[in-house]
T-cell receptor
Framework: AQTVTQSQPEMSVQEAETVTLSCTYDTSENNYYLFWYKQPPSRQMILVIRQEAYKQQNATENRFSVNFQKAAKSFSLKISDSQLGDTAMYFCAFMKPYGGKLIFGQGTELSVKP | DAGITQSPRHKVTETGTPVTLRCHQTENHRYMYWYRQDPGHGLRLIHYSYGVKDTDKGEVSDGYSVSRSKTEDFLLTLESATSSQTSVYFC?????????????FGEGSWLTVV
């Protein structure tokens, strides 16, 4: 069975600085998808970024980028130029290509301080 | 935003009573999911549906049942609510379970069992 682990329950960063959130996963699959979701205090689940395992290039979405290390089964999220609106819970998630089901990590609560 | 409506959004109920949560979508997506969110666990899949009258269990399905009689509606029923089912419940939808699949979430339903 697949598992996803986020080892940092809480993190904080100063506004405008860069922060990296860690995620590791365990799977025997060779092809899969990885996601980062943001959950602000409103509890809305917002897709931040997605990575296909068969792509070596790291995904980037504006200030958000990932460091995908397939051999190490690591999928970290880097937030550059942190903004107050980035304050939220961040979840790492795994999906098999044809399973349609997400497996989530425990979450990392990020606070951006002015 | 994906057209997903959950109802009720907030409910307090007594132990032993039946409870039904409704998820309604306007996207005509084939796949629908129910997750629960608890502190320290992230989101965990309860049940999912891959078409009308086609449903299957997730990782935490005990004590829950689901039904899908129409494409747009997916119901989650707690036959006899217990305090351990106090949680935030999220409905999600996706067009497919294959390559390029993206899962969209509803706004959540807060259930308190007293």
């Amino acid at each position: 069975a697949q598992t996803v682990t986020q080892s940092q329950p809480e993190m904080s960063v100063q506004e405008a600085e860069t922060v990296t959130l860690s995620c590791t996963y365990d799977t025997s699959e060779n092809n899969y998808y990885l996601f980062w979701y943001k959950q602000p205090p409103s509890r809305q689940m917002i897709l931040v970024i997605r990575q296909e395992a068969y792509k070596q290039q790291n995904a980037t979405e504006n200030r958000f980028s990932v460091n995908f290390q397939k051999a190490a089964k690591s999928f970290s999220l880097k937030i550059s130029d942190s903004q107050l609106g980035d304050t939220a819970m961040y979840f790492c998630a795994f999906m098999k290509p044809y399973g349609g089901k997400l497996i989530f990590g425990q979450g990392t609560e990020l606070s951006v301080k002015p | 935003d994906a057209g997903i409506t959950q109802s009720p959004r907030h409910k307090v109920t007594e132990t032993g009573t039946p409870v039904t949560l409704r998820c309604h979508q306007t996207e005509n997506h084939r796949y629908m999911y129910w997750y629960r969110q608890d502190p320290g666990h992230g989101l965990r899949l309860i049940h999912y549906s891959y078409g009308v009258k086609d449903t299957d269990k997730g990782e935490v399905s005990d004590g829950y049942s689901v039904s899908r009689s129409k494409t747009e509606d997916f119901l989650l029923t707690l036959e006899s609510a217990t305090s351990s089912q106090t949680s935030v419940y999220f409905c999600a939808i996706s067009e497919s379970a294959g390559v390029g699949n993206t899962i969209y979430f509803g706004e959540g339903s807060w259930l308190t069992v007293v």
